[in-house]
């Protein structure tokens, strides 16, 4: 059973106009807190997800899939976001 919340969104302005924002997160299982950072950069008015930080050496996809979902919905709370890309792709 695991509990996970978005505890921090931070929006980094230039020229008046966001260019990225972060969410942290938390999520506890059993007796451990783990904590990761989702950076999105901004194209337009959509957040495209570049980054992710966990508080250790590896990130855990299944483990992490109510993180990721909580960071998806805090970016798209926001009012200057139409819309998120949670994984690009990668062009060779």
């Known amino acids: 059973m695991t509990d996970a919340e978005a505890t921090t969104v931070t929006v980094t302005r230039r020229d008046n106009?966001?260019?990225?924002?972060?969410v942290d997160t938390r999520r506890r299982s059993s007796e451990y807190t783990y904590y990761t950072t989702y950076t999105?950069?901004?194209d337009g008015s959509t957040a495209v997800l570049g980054t992710i930080e966990p508080d250790g050496e590896k990130f855990n996809v299944q483990g992490n899939a109510d993180t990721a979902r909580l960071a998806r919905n805090a970016v798209c709370d926001l009012p200057f976001v139409q819309g998120?890309?949670?994984f690009p792709r990668v062009e060779p």
């Open 17 to 22: 106009e966001a260019k990225k924002v972060e």
């Open 40 to 42: 999105f950069t901004m």
């Open 84 to 86: 998120v890309v949670m």
